[in-house]
T-cell receptor, first 114, second 115 residues
Framework: AQSVTQLGSHVSVSEGALVLLRCNYS??????LFWYVQYPNQGLQLLLK??????LVKGINGFEAEFKKSETSFHLTKPSAHMSDAAEYFC????????????FGTGTRLKVLA | DSGVTQTPKHLITATGQRVTLRCSPR?????VYWYQQSLDQGLQFLIQ???????AKGNILERFSAQQFPDLHSELNLSSLELGDSALYFC??????????????FGPGTRLLVL
């Protein structure tokens, strides 16, 4: 069965430092991969997604993620953290077989320190 | 603003009761998804509808049901409510059924509290 793992339920970084949020998936066939962000008391918003093509995907707000098939990973990065990046981040997968099910990771809460 | 609307924003009810949550997708979106978000279970996919038909089921309890109407809005019905059903319920929509790679747009959620 397909699954997604986010390492680290809480991550703290200093303002201006690199942000790295980890996501690994478990699937025999690489799935579609997504990163969503949830700000307090709001719904989820898509940051970026990988479906096909270039493995380095650029998203909104300066975030990017790289699909690495050999490592079954889709880690999210941002070169320089801003205070406004403090939120919860969810990695999600959807398989390519047409079952249309989306599976979300448990989320990583990012804290940005001044 | 994602364009997905959900009503009500907050709902407080008692155990054993039944409630209906409503979702209006973005204009032009044919797919609607329902999710439950709780502290202990995280974000769980419940069910998906596409153009009025059920297309995928996740961890949806038998006490829960959903439907999508001809105008594409959707309702999630929760019955025989238990304390553990207290959660944030999200609706999301997407344009089409493109094999699972389409972007989902989330509504602001309905916060349900069962007392």
């Amino acid at each position: 069965a397909q699954s997604v793992t986010q390492l680290g339920s809480h991550v703290s970084v200093s303002e201006g430092a690199l942000v790295l949020l980890r996501c690994n998936y478990s699937s025999s066939v690489p799935p579609y991969l997504f990163w969503y962000v949830q700000y307090p008391n709001q719904g989820l918003q898509l940051l970026l997604k990988y479906t096909t093509g270039a493995t380095l995907v650029k998203g909104i707000n300066g975030f990017e993620a790289e699909f690495k098939k050999s490592e079954t990973s889709f880690h999210l990065t941002k070169p320089s953290a801003h205070m406004s990046d403090a939120a919860e981040y969810f990695c999600a997968v959807s398989d390519r077989s047409g079952t249309y099910k989306y599976i979300f990771g448990t989320g990583t809460r990012l804290k940005v320190l001044a | 603003d994602s364009g997905v609307t959900q009503t009500p924003k907050h709902l407080i009810t008692a155990t054993g009761q039944r409630v209906t949550l409503r979702c209006s997708p973005r204009s032009g979106d044919l797919s609607v998804y329902w999710y439950q978000q709780s502290l202990d279970q995280g974000l769980q996919f419940l069910i998906q509808y596409y153009n009025g038909e059920e297309r995928a089921k996740g961890n949806i309890l038998e006490r829960f049901s959903a439907q999508q109407f001809p105008d594409l809005h959707s309702e999630l019905n929760l019955s025989s409510l238990e304390l553990g059903d207290s959660a944030l319920y999200f609706c999301a929509s997407s344009v089409a059924l493109a094999g699972g790679g389409e972007t989902q747009y989330f509504g602001p959620g309905t916060r349900l509290l069962v007392l």
